[in-house]
């Protein structure tokens, strides 16, 4: 993970470098591999801008009244830390690029360039991504596979873009200053409160919605902080001189039977679905660190290990799979049956008999946004367990993967409604037949987290704990909050 800051000033006002600088410094650990500024001035450096990127911090005793900023933190993964440090320009002078992410298909991209003349200077997908954009300008987003954040200055448009990849994977928060005065961007939100230009104010919608209803996220682009929000996942901010706009461009595909052009048979879906699996954890697997993974018994972890196996054939021997619990449970044994199976070398870290109140406390800074949930500070211990321990700074995670594979049971109710919906009535009883064949859970436990998951007044009443009461409220007047 690398970290891009930005400060954008719309009105010129006083806004010193070093407050790009401190932006800077504060999200240094997302970075060590270097670090960069490019700055453009009110006064000085208006056309040609200051330009700085090395190991350590930019040069103290730089003073300048800050027009436009842009700088990043470099966790270097496909190329040396001196061929990957940004910000990068373009060879015509016209892109400045910091970025934070993965390109997993640079190669071929790479070659698609190379092929229409582009001459490049070193292996880094970020020069690939900045030679991509001054090909095709935003067009360029939807070539790209991978996990992206990454703000692109026009210096012949005098435009900011600020690009999020499709589902989020990167995070990119950007802050409305007061009185129009401009916008800062960052990879994480407590950046923003080091530039003494935006005031830590909490939305009381929000506070109350995660208290009492233990809500953590408002909607896709809010969060708990008043004039702070996020690039929403499948969007770019454009910011011009007057005005900012949202694009949105992408949506999750939803594609039924009666759309294709051919009915396919159940083994050629599973194939079909394999296949695509296999080749997206593979493309993920490429890397001039080492790679490892977490591995924890369940679903989506243990199809990814063995989808790693396909790509490493030989080399498995080599790949490290991790997992944090007791030895004896359930979860930590299927760990220990997967990676015996692959042959892949695994740790199994136990968890702390008693969890510490400042690993709470460093977890929850991490995390930046409230959670109800115990799962964060295992895996807060396991990658701190994996980064002390073996120095592996790259991960192949299953995050998500039980979304997508409905491993969660409690998911297979939106699927059979929308197929429902979409009039797909006899294959959502064939799937429908399937999965009550064989339940993952009792009846009994399967519909209350059905109602837990998909109900808001359920979700309030199990989890408020008698909050409502206590904080003064009613359920309505909960229910009535923009953030629930």
Not at 94 to 109: D, H, K, P, T
Not at 466 to 479: D, N, P, Q, S, W
Request: charged share 25%; with cysteine; aromatic share 12%.
């Amino acid at each position: 993970m690398c970290g891009i800051t930005g400060v954008w000033n719309r009105q010129n006002k006083d806004i010193s470098s070093h407050v790009l600088f401190s932006m800077l410094q504060v999200q240094r650990h997302r970075g060590p591999d270097g670090q960069g500024v490019v700055l453009w001035g009110v006064d000085k450096y208006k056309d040609r801008p200051f330009f700085w990127k090395g190991k350590k911090a930019p040069p103290a005793d730089i003073q300048i009244r800050l027009r436009l900023g842009l700088g990043h933190n470099l966790l270097s993964i496909q190329d040396s830390p001196e061929n990957s440090r940004q910000p990068l320009v373009s060879k015509n002078g016209r892109y400045w690029l910091v970025y934070n992410g993965e390109i997993y298909n640079f190669i071929e991209l790479r070659d698609e360039l190379i092929n229409k003349g582009v001459v490049f200077e070193t292996n880094s997908d970020a020069e690939v991504l900045l030679a991509l954009w001054e090909t095709y300008e935003a067009e360029s987003i939807k070539m790209l596979r991978g996990m992206f954040a990454f703000l692109v200055y026009d210096t012949y448009k005098n435009t900011l873009c600020a690009v999020r990849d499709r589902f989020g994977i990167k995070p990119l928060y950007y802050a409305r200053l007061p009185d129009n005065l401009g916008l800062l961007f960052a990879s994480e939100i407590h950046t923003f409160f080091v530039s003494d230009l935006l005031q830590k104010s909490c939305r009381d919608d929000a506070l109350l919605g995660f208290l009492a209803g233990a809500v953590n996220k408002p909607d896709d682009s809010d969060t708990i902080y008043a004039n702070i929000q996020e690039i929403p996942p499948g969007n770019f901010l454009i910011v011009k001189e007057c005005e900012t706009q949202m694009i949105e461009y992408y949506q999750p595909v939803r594609l039924l039977r009666s759309q294709k052009k051919e009915i396919l048979t159940e083994s050629q879906i599973i194939k079909e679905l394999k296949d695509l699996f296999i080749d997206t954890v593979n493309i993920h697997l490429r890397s001039s660190r080492e790679v490892g993974t977490c591995l924890s018994g369940g679903l989506d972890s243990t199809n990814i290990a063995y989808a790693i196996k396909s790509g490493f054939r030989k080399e498995i021997a080599s790949f490290k799979a991790f997992t944090i619990g007791d030895r004896q449970s359930l979860d930590s044994r299927l760990s220990e049956v997967a990676a015996g199976q692959l042959s892949i070398e695994h740790k199994n870290f136990n968890s702390p008999a008693i969890i510490q109140e400042h690993d709470i406390i460093d977890m929850i800074k991490t995390c930046e946004i409230p959670n109800h949930t115990w799962g964060p500070i295992n895996q807060y211990y396991l990658l701190r367990n994996i980064k002390g321990e073996f120095g592996i700074q790259v991960l192949l995670d299953g995050q998500g993967g039980d979304e997508v594979f409905s491993g969660y049971p409690w998911f297979f109710k939106p699927v059979y409604q929308n197929l429902l919906e979409k009039g797909e009535t006899v294959f959502a009883n064939e799937i429908y037949a399937k999965f009550y064949q064989n339940p993952p859970l009792p009846k009994k436990i399967l519909d209350y987290a059905t109602k837990l998951y998909f109900s808001k007044d359920h979700w309030i009443r199990s989890f408020e704990g008698g909050a409502i009461k206590a904080l003064g409220l009613t359920e309505e007047k909960l229910m009535s909050l923009n953030s629930v």
